[in-house]
Every structure is written in structure tokens, then in C-alpha cells.
């Protein structure tokens, strides 16, 4: 099932999947990226993932929320482990 939305409109209903069972592996890489990462990061649950693309371009280390530890950096992507 596909839904074309705004991500930031929808936020609880995104968060709420988020927050559903299992690990959660949420990918940015819409207009804002920074936004999101700092947006659907407060939804993880522990040992949840987010991927940012455009790392170091449009995704700077400074966008990272504290509670994120790196897990992998790429040429063009991160992966962060919520910890």
C-alpha cells in the first residue's frame, strides 16, 4: 500500500507505524533531509535505524541528534542506530 503525502503533515501516522513492532528502518531522502532526520528520529525505538542520503552534502554532522550513534557512513549515505 502507497500513500503520496507530505511526510511532515502525516507525522503521527508515521510515527505510529514507527512505533509498531519489530525493528524500524526509516530512509530520508525527500526536499528537506535534515528536517526529516531530526523529525522521524524522535519516533525510534531503541536498536531502530535511519538512513540519510546526500550525507555530507545536503546532511551535515551537525543535523544529528544526540541520540543517534553512526552505524555505517557511505559516499553518499549514513546509517544511524537509535541508541
Not at 1 to 9: C, K, L, P, T
Not at 36 to 41: A, V
Amino acid at each position: 500500500r502507497f500513500v503520496e503525502a507530505d511526510v511532515f503533515v502525516i507525522e503521527p501516522a508515521i510515527g505510529a507505524l514507527i512505533q509498531g513492532n519489530g525493528t524500524t528502518i526509516v530512509f530520508c531522502d525527500g526536499g528537506d533531509k535534515p528536517r526529516e532526520l531530526q523529525t522521524f528520529s524522535k519516533w525510534l525505538k531503541k536498536d531502530d535505524y535511519i538512513a540519510v542520503h546526500d550525507w555530507g552534502t545536503e546532511v551535515l554532522p551537525t543535523d544529528v541528534p544526540k541520540e543517534l550513534k553512526l552505524v555505517r557512513q557511505g559516499v553518499m549515505t549514513a546509517i544511524f542506530r537509535h541508541a
